[in-house]
């Protein structure tokens, strides 16, 4: 089992940037795809990046592409993500999640365990 804590979250102009961290505890982080999803308030929750274990490989949300950058490292057991030119619309809780599959990709339901999440805002 892992645990994850993300940290990072807060109020932030349009515009602007944040890095949320996602720091993991329990079994070997290095063997894990790492996810980060979010839930806008009254939405489902939604894929918006991953990274492979190696972290050679991402996938992106069309919504954040160019914008956010999910990174990882493994000698800290700590996903980032970091982002820029921050959009009303990004506003929302923000999830790390961890899967053990090596195929997992945008589906949280391939995702094994997950943070209590961070809350992101964004204000004009």
């Known amino acids: 089992q892992v645990q994850l804590v993300e940290s990072g979250g807060g109020l932030v102009q349009a515009g602007g940037s944040l890095r949320l961290s996602c720091a993991a505890s329990?079994?070997?982080?290095?063997?894990?795809?790492m996810g980060w999803f979010r839930q806008a308030p009254g939405k489902q929750r939604e894929f918006v990046a991953n990274?492979?274990?190696?972290?050679?490989?991402?996938i992106y949300a069309d919504s954040v592409k160019g914008r956010f950058t999910i990174s990882r490292d493994n000698a800290k057991n700590t996903v980032y993500l970091q982002m820029n030119t921050l959009k009303l619309e990004d506003t929302a809780v923000y999830y790390c999640?961890?899967?053990?599959?090596?195929?997992?990709?945008?589906?949280?339901?391939?995702?094994?365990?997950w943070g209590q999440g961070t809350r992101v805002t964004v204000s004009s």
């Open positions: 999640a961890a899967a053990e599959s090596p195929f997992a990709s945008r589906w949280s339901t391939a995702y094994d365990y």
């Open positions: 329990g079994r070997t982080f290095s063997r894990y795809v």
């Open positions: 990274i492979n274990i190696n972290g050679d490989t991402t």
